[in-house]
């Protein structure tokens, strides 16, 4: 129905208009579901304003051509990999602007334990998406973990098979039971977390380590696996561990060694 009021100052939305908001509010849904997501726009060629949305298994749109398409999902797959939006040259007629939209980093806590509550109050802040994980009820307990965005009383691998865990994401293992650790350790192998840590001392990592490849695990696959948890800092209460447990997680994200920046050289932020 069209307005016969000459000084109506509303106009239908253009078709490209119309495409930005569906490719937009696509975009938010699959971010608020944990999944992060690229919409590539043409800025320069023969379809300015052409857009693909693209994610880590999908893509939707298209620039012009399957072959423009394939080059495309590729460079912004590596985007979502670096979090990093900007534009760049896909062949030599045609620029786009790559918008990544990235959920919170989700960090994930296997055990219920004093130390993963001390990690809860010091990652908050950080902007992770925050979620504990342990099989046994009693400790389980939204008394324990209030503020966490979510509370699984489940085994780990029950857990990560509902979680969206991707290259961002940093599992923490905190049991210290190997029947709850390994079990735990095995499963984070099998997903694509960009940080897995364990619990315990060097001997106990050691002997942890055996049992893993007697069961048939690659010393390639447990070379993922930091433990000793955390960084050298001494840290002898929950909130010191806790403290030491996060900067591993920030210098691994960051690809720092964590050394002190006296001792290291070039950029001081990443």
Known sequence: ??????????????????????????????????????????????????????????????????????????????????????????????????????????????????????????????????????????????????????LLVAWPNE??????????SAIVILTHDPKFDEPAILGALETDAGYIGAVGSRKTNEERRDRLLATGAKPEQLDRVHGPIGLNIGGKSPEEMAISILAEVIAVRNNRSGESLRASSGRIRA
């Open 159 to 168: 857990a990560y098979s509902r979680l969206p865990i991707a290259s961002t």
């Open 1 to 150: 129905m069209s307005s016969s009021n000459p000084s109506s100052k509303f106009t239908m939305p253009s078709p490209s208009s119309r495409s930005n908001s569906i490719y937009l509010l696509q975009a938010r849904e699959l971010v608020a579901n944990g999944m992060p997501v690229a919409v590539v726009t043409v800025v320069r060629g023969n379809n300015p304003g052409a857009k693909l949305l693209v994610t880590s298994t999908d893509a939707e749109g298209t620039l012009g051509s399957s072959e423009l398409d394939e080059l495309t999902i590729v460079e912004a797959r590596i985007a979502l990999t670096t979090g990093s939006s900007g534009v760049v040259n896909l062949i030599p007629e045609v620029d786009a602007f790559i918008d990544v939209f990235s959920p919170p980093p989700l960090l994930i806590l296997i055990g219920a334990v004093h130390v993963a509550q001390a990690v809860v109050t010091y990652a908050q802040p950080l902007g992770f998406r925050i979620v504990v994980v342990d099989a046994r009820e009693a400790l389980a307990t939204r008394d324990r973990f209030p503020t966490v965005d979510d």
